[in-house]
């Protein structure tokens, strides 16, 4: 079975994806990453082939569907509203979601897991692009791991493994699964972490059992980086047994929400780390409390 890669240049991408990914480079373009994932099978799941390219300008993502014909997407930094990061056991997944012509888009890649530290790699490539800035390589520092010392293993390993690189955490909250009438889950375990740049969310993949009574083990997470210069609004509304975050991510005349369900007993702490992204860093979220 063959594996992601990163090619050394365009010449280096089989064909026909190739030609495609080198037609539509410019020439004065500079390649930071370049990621080829071959197709390949995960028990059902069957990814496609594509190329992801991550330049000094703009992301780019190449796909060769089913049927033969290959797509391309493609956005520049400024018009990238947030990436999210699937991790399976045997698969992973890209999705960014971008402004075009006034309306929020989605782009979705799919890889082989083994080798997912080339696309971690590339989004932190690409949030630095949003920021316009270059983060060093380093990873949480000792006092931001003593935040997360108390949460589940899980989520201090994804937090270590997945954080955006030299931006400092300044707080972080975590909740247990959601469950509503017969062990239902409503909403997975997740965690909402804030660093001096960016919003990032960490949730285990959601449930869909109908019935509570047996609890699977679950190996996958969902990472979601919302850079802070996006988050407009924030609105945290009350729901049946839990409360909403709602996340108002903007891009001039587009805009695109992201909806997070939480315990009632969190929202003292989810509510004082919304607010801090007024302060400490550039953003202009403001937020409506539509219930005490």
């Known amino acids: 079975m063959s594996l992601p890669s990163m090619p050394k ?28 994932s071959p197709e390949f099978k995960a028990g059902k799941f069957r990814p496609l082939e594509s190329v992801f390219c991550v330049t000094d300008r703009r992301w780019l993502a190449v796909l060769r569907r089913p049927d033969g014909n290959i797509s391309l997407e493609s956005a520049p930094f400024e018009h990238t509203l947030l990436i999210a990061l699937t991790i399976v056991l045997l698969h992973g997944g890209l999705q960014i979601e971008f402004a075009e012509g006034g309306q929020s888009r989605s782009m979705v890649l799919h890889f082989n897991t083994v080798m997912e530290r080339l696309y971690s ?6 949030l630095d692009g949003i920021d316009d800035a270059h983060s060093p390589g380093t990873l949480l520092d000792p006092n931001s791991r003593l935040m997360l010392q108390d949460w589940p293993l899980k ?24 469950r509503g009438a017969f062990g239902r889950e409503t909403a997975p375990s997740a965690a909402l972490l804030l660093t001096d ?5 960490i949730a285990e993949e959601k449930s869909f059992h109908r019935f509570g009574f047996r609890r699977d083990a679950k190996y996958g997470g969902i990472i979601s980086y919302i850079p802070r210069r996006r988050l407009v609004r924030y609105d945290i509304t009350e729901q049946r047994r839990a409360r909403s975050l709602i996340l108002e991510l903007r891009i001039r005349d587009t805009t695109e929400k992201l909806e997070l369900l939480f315990p009632t007993e969190k929202c003292t702490e989810v509510l004082r780390l919304v607010q801090q992204t007024e302060r400490n860093g550039a953003t202009a979220a403001r937020g409506v409390i539509n219930a005490t």
């Open 121 to 126: 790699t590339a989004i932190r490539d690409l």
């Open 155 to 178: 989520f201090q390993n994804y937090a270590v493994i997945y954080m955006p690189r030299g931006s400092p955490l300044i707080t972080a909250v975590h909740w247990d699964t959601l």
């Open 9 to 36: 240049s365009c010449e280096d991408v089989p064909a026909p994806l190739q030609v495609v990914i080198g037609r539509e480079l410019q020439s004065k373009e500079i390649v930071h990453h370049l990621v080829f």
């Open 197 to 201: 740049r960016h919003l990032v969310v």
